[in-house]
């Protein structure tokens, strides 16, 4: 027989997909009508949100959700984001690191080489990448990572029922 906490675990692991699967679509809806990068658009959304996301979060979970603006692959910006969070609602219990994508100077033109396409113009292969494209990509989805963890789960560590969750998904 099951354990009723890993019965309440499942059912819990399944709202908390079917809340992220709805956060992701708004989430690229909106980087969609972005016409660049802007931190500070992307923080006003998320705090328009909030209510809505409390809202679901409360009623599934019964948890709180803040939007809080940080820069993953910068160590100063996290920090301040923990200070943030630490403040607000206390020590992070749960890390979700969503951090991570693509970018079109770090991919191929064509999914398949063919001989002689690094020759040819408008065409990007695997041989002629520019690994500066590489690295952004690299950074983003590698070190993205390792920062917002390195910075969250030194409030973590030695305490009881703390997790870090790592969602990574390359959209093309």
Same mark, same amino acid.
């Given at each position: 027989?099951?354990?009723?906490?890993?019965?309440?675990?499942?059912?819990?692991?399944?709202?908390?997909?079917?809340?992220? %699967?709805?956060?992701?679509?708004?989430?690229?809806?909106?980087?969609?009508?972005?016409?660049?990068?802007?931190?500070? %658009?992307?923080?006003?959304?998320? %705090?328009?949100?909030?209510?809505?996301?409390?809202?679901?979060?409360?009623?599934?979970?019964?948890?709180?959700?803040?939007?809080?603006?940080?820069?993953?692959?910068?160590?100063?910006?996290?920090?301040?984001?923990?200070?943030?969070?630490?403040?607000?609602?206390?020590?992070?219990?749960?890390?979700?690191?969503?951090?991570?994508?693509?970018?079109?100077?770090?991919?191929?033109?064509?999914?398949?080489?063919?001989?002689?396409?690094?020759?040819?113009?408008?065409?990007?292969?695997?041989?002629?990448?520019?690994?500066?494209?590489?690295?952004?990509?690299?950074?983003?989805?590698?070190?993205?990572?390792?920062?917002?963890? %390195?910075?969250?789960?030194?409030?973590?560590?030695?305490?009881?029922?703390?997790?870090?969750?790592?969602?990574?998904?390359?959209?093309?």
């Amino acid at each position: 027989m099951m354990d009723a906490r890993l019965v309440q675990l499942s059912a819990t692991e399944k709202r908390v997909e079917e809340l992220s %699967q709805q956060l992701e679509a708004k989430y690229s809806a909106f980087v969609g009508k972005l016409e660049s990068t802007n931190m500070d %658009q992307l923080y006003k959304y998320c %705090q328009d949100m909030n209510k809505s996301i409390n809202t679901k979060l409360g009623i599934a979970l019964g948890g709180v959700a803040i939007a809080v603006k940080a820069n993953c692959l910068e160590k100063a910006s996290l920090e301040e984001a923990r200070n943030v969070v630490n403040e607000k609602l206390g020590k992070c219990d749960i890390l979700i690191n969503g951090a991570g994508g693509n970018n079109p100077r770090g991919t191929t033109t064509k999914e398949y080489y063919e001989k002689g396409d690094e020759n040819l113009e408008g065409i990007t292969s695997f041989f002629n990448l520019d690994p500066k494209g590489v690295e952004f990509v690299f950074n983003l989805n590698f070190i993205g990572t390792l920062l917002p963890t %390195q910075v969250f789960a030194q409030d973590m560590v030695g305490r009881e029922g703390c997790n870090i969750l790592n969602i990574k998904k390359l959209l093309h």
